[in-house]
């Protein structure tokens, strides 16, 4: 392996994975279940996020039933404003007006929050171990930037983290370890490339691709999670294949930064 070869044929072979995806009867059973969900504005997006950071999909209790899962008893509920909606029946055109007056708070809970049926999943966490302790070395790259690495256990859904200010990465410690090492390929990838960016999809878009290279080149298929990843990030097929060709040079770029503590001179260096 040499940091020089950047693996063009992994990047195609996303974009193949996604594309197939993207068509499939499994993709679709995933749109028409985010369909459910109401699109938040960016006010209510900030008291979600100021309430409960890790909330990754949020409704209603009747929401929920109606998609036959149930809040758990004792969760506590987050709080967002809704619009207080009257008609005005003095309208001049003689139709009834809906007109806002005020804003009420309103309880809805997260996914995490939850039991019942099982949602439909795009991202599969990966099965298996690290053998060849691909997680150890890529611990001496994150410490090579000047990122400490935590394990933490996360609420929902969530593998893990990169907080800039602290130079912190966290990693879910209950996922496998093949799973781990892909997560902590993906949050390296936000270390090296996402101290301030305008686009979060875009984002989330280069560090899940650049953790893709990473895993396939060190032997580890991640295409049961980085497929579903990308393409729900992005938008969909057509989106995420023009999303990865726009950042093929940064992913690229970033992989082989990573993949070098993988080549032997660097293995015997840092013996």
Known sequence: MTAKN????????????ISNLTTSEEWQRHLDFQSKFHRYSFNNVLLIAAQCHEASQVAGFNAWRKMNRFVRKGEKAIWILAPMVYKNADAEDGEDER??????????FDVAQTD???????????????????????????????FTVEDHEFNGTTNGDCT?????????????????????????????????FDSRALAELEAESTAY???QALGIDSSDYSFGYVATWAGGGDQAIAGIKASC???????????????PAAQEEAA
């Open 249 to 263: 040079e940064r992913i690229q770029r970033t992989a082989a930064t990573i993949l070098r503590a993988f080549e």
């Open 213 to 215: 290279v990473v895993c």
């Open 164 to 196: 800039h200010s602290e130079h912190r990465i966290r990693v879910e410690t209950r996922n496998t370890p093949a799973q781990r090492v892909k997560t902590l390929a993906h949050e390296i990838a936000h270390a090296l490339l996402h101290e301030s």
């Open 116 to 146: 019942g049926e099982d949602l439909p999943a795009i991202c599969n966490r990966l099965d298996g171990d690290d053998p060849a302790g691909h997680y150890a070395t890529l611990l001496t790259v994150a410490d090579s930037i000047g």
């Open 6 to 17: 950047n693996h063009p044929e992994l990047i195609e072979k996303l974009a193949e994975g």
């Open 99 to 108: 007109i806002i007056r005020g804003f009420n708070f309103v309880p809805v």
